[in-house]
């Protein structure tokens, strides 16, 4: 498995938000393919603690942690410099944020904020290195978009609409970049067991929260195979029930799941 991966996409893979979570697992997963890693992530100290597993677990490879926050306009330049000279093989593009209220009461630096980590972070970062990787004719770019993209999700409206920003611009790419060799998946997770989820979602959504090495997993298996999954059948179900709705429907039901989920945060 190790050999096919970096021959078929190149020796180093590149991760954001790899300190925890589904940043981690993708790391852990392209270790197991025998990739080197850069792992970039702004919380230094899970950062530190996630690199030195992974080293003492792939103790051949080469594990390099960059502490960086990629909500920080100028953040590429730190990454740049940590890649200087290795071929970049894999982009994982998986840091975001998001902010979950009425929209109204929504301050403006939070707004900018998931511009410039949702959207403009990942443009940026396939700029700086996927050209190379057109330029050997191989390569893969993994972005982690979300269900919640699929369906307008009140109180939740501008994450969501930056996660159906990120699959529809992965769309697009995936088909300018198919011809040149370079492989794209957008990974659409649903309710997923990370630390970010749990800490805002202590459980009330019942049953169907998909392990993170299965929701990841997904995204290895059907790279190559077609343009990107919600990676839980679950999660496939539902949002083929709400988009059989009207949609007016689908995001009142929408709406009133995150009444109940998120009550303690929004406004009565
Ligand atoms: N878990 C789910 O149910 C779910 C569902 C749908 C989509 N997703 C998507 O999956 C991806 C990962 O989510 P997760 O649940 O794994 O999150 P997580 O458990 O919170 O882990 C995310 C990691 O990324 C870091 N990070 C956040 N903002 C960053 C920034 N600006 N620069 C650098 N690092 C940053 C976080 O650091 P801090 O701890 O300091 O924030 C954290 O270490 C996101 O794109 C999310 O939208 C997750």
């Known amino acids: 498995m190790s050999q096919n991966w970096t021959e078929k996409y190149g020796a180093w893979a590149l991760i954001t938000g790899a300190a925890q979570g589904i940043g981690l697992e993708f790391s852990r997963q392209c270790a197991l393919r025998g990739l080197n890693l850069i792992m970039a992530d702004r919380d230094d100290d899970e950062l530190s603690r996630a690199a030195a597993k992974l080293a003492e677990d792939f103790p051949a490879l080469l594990i390099r942690p960059i502490c960086t926050d990629v909500g920080h306009e100028a953040f590429l330049g730190a990454i740049e410099a940590e890649c200087q000279g290795l071929e970049i093989g894999v982009l994982v593009n998986n840091a ?63 994450y969501a609409a930056s996660k159906a920003w990120m699959t529809n611009f992965s769309e697009g790419l995936w088909y300018e970049l198919r011809d040149a060799g370079v492989d794209l998946f957008v990974l659409k997770p649903d309710q997923t067991a990370t630390p970010g989820y749990l800490k805002y979602s202590p459980g009330e959504f019942g049953d169907g929260i998909q392990p993170v090495e299965a929701c990841v997993a997904e995204a ?30 689908a995001v009142s039901a929408n709406g009133e799941g995150m009444k109940q989920v998120f009550a303690g945060l929004l406004k009565q």
């Open 96 to 158: 975001a944020c998001g902010t979950v209220g009425q929209f109204l009461d929504t301050p403006e630096s939070s707004l900018r904020l998931q511009l410039q980590v949702n959207m403009l972070a990942p443009m940026r970062l396939i700029q700086a290195f996927v050209p190379a990787m057109v330029e050997r004719g191989r390569g893969a770019v993994f972005n982690v978009s979300s269900r919640t993209g699929e369906i307008g999700s009140p109180y939740f409206s501008t």
């Open 220 to 249: 290895f298996e059907y790279i190559g195979k077609c343009i990107g999954r919600i990676p839980v059948e679950s999660g496939r179900q539902a949002d083929a029930a709400l988009k059989a709705m009207p949609i007016e429907e």
